[in-house]
């Protein structure tokens, strides 16, 4: 086993470059997933922001979210961020009637829960398991979390203001989310976290 584990990340949309910085500063190999075969290549997989329900049916043309889904059940560990914790999600609040999602975080998640563009925030969210003080949430037409089941664990909520105490992150097993972009940050520490669990899964 390499001490550089080989992480993909969905770039069908969203900042798959800022992805791939971060995951090598935090001492691990990337590479972008376009097609089928890219998923075999790799032992962990990120999904990154943007349009839940655009990524969602560009996977199912693509032929990608049956390996996904099979990749999530079998152990992979995988990270999907804003638009990707949508799709880890088995349960969607406010999605598209045929949107389709990966799955398997036994969770709820209202997509744009914070509002639209125009009420994106930055602020400070406790992590479980991340050491250093709070990290620089970044939310941008973000989820939340409404309801969990009895086996998921939550990794972090918002400590302020209306929306104080929502969850923003969570674990179930092989699988974290988080509402906000560690990505456009330039902190490591949520890839760095991601990272060491795919070198122990492995």
Known sequence: ???APMIGVL?????????????????AQAMPIRQTA???????I??????????????VIDGLMEPLRAAASEGVPIYGSCAGMILLADRILDGRPDQETIGGI?????????????????GGIDLVGIDGGPFPGIFIRAPWVEEIGPKVEVL??????TANGRIVAVRDRNLIATSFHPELT????????????????A
């Open 106 to 122: 036994d969770m709820t998640v209202r997509r744009n829960a914070f509002g639209r563009q125009v009420d994106s925030f930055e």
């Open 1 to 3: 086993m390499t001490s």
């Open 186 to 201: 330039g902190d490591t520490r949520v890839h760095q976290y991601f990272v060491e669990m795919v070198r122990q899964a």
């Open 38 to 44: 890219d998923i075999a290549k790799v032992t962990g």
């Open 46 to 59: 990120v999904l990154p922001g943007g349009e839940s329900t655009t990524i969602s049916k560009l996977a």
């Open 156 to 161: 972090g909520r918002v400590g302020a203001g």
């Open 11 to 27: 770039a069908i949309q969203g900042a798959v470059r800022e992805h791939i910085s971060l995951l090598e500063a935090a001492g």
